[in-house]
């Protein structure tokens, strides 16, 4: 089987293939975790620091989860909204996730509250979409933005606010991201 990375690689290279993250086989899970490893690592994380991620309900959102839990790492999952959330919420907090919200939470106050008192210095991006915004909102000004073989969408739009879309150029400048793209 090939590595993650080169699944990731031919989805983000190749316009006729793209392989989501939900669609990766995990017959091989150990180099599913070296490879999230390698991605841990590539942040230099510090014990108690936070991430925030997305597709946490993915077999790679939950390898994070596990391996941030053994690097003293709190995590914040976004999962998607979808029928079930209650008990994919307490799966995901028994493999040791910290904070576990849905898509929807994302695009109230309380995500701006709660990234505030979090202030996830990394953020880990594993799908297109607003679930991207909502990663690169979460993350701490001056913190590192992780995209992995996903394209960004074109502005970063606020939800409920005056404020007008604004590209992600921008977006990053303002908030002077660390981008890595995978």
Known sequence: MQSFRQFL???HYSPDLRIGVRALSTSDS????????????SLSLKPGTTLVQNC??????????QLA????L?????????????????ELKA?????VVPESYTK????????????????????????ATAVGKAVTT????????????????YEGSARKPVEWSTFIKEKNLKVLNM
Do not use: C, H
């Open 142 to 157: 001056g913190g590192t933005f992780l995209t992995y073989g996903k394209e960004l969408p074109k502005y970063v739009a």
């Open 95 to 99: 493999l040791g996730a910290d904070i």
């Open 9 to 11: 690689a031919a989805g």
């Open 30 to 41: 150990a180099s599913l975790k070296k490879n999230v490893a390698s991605i841990l690592d």
């Open 69 to 72: 839990k053994e690097r003293k």
């Open 74 to 90: 709190q995590t914040l999952s976004i999962i998607d909204d979808k029928p079930g959330n209650p008990d994919t919420i307490e």
């Open 56 to 65: 946490g309900d993915s077999e790679i959102g939950k390898v994070v989860i």
């Open 108 to 131: 109230t106050w309380y995500m701006k509250r709660l990234a505030g008192e979090m202030r996830p210095s990394a953020g880990l991006n594993f799908s297109d979409g607003y679930q």
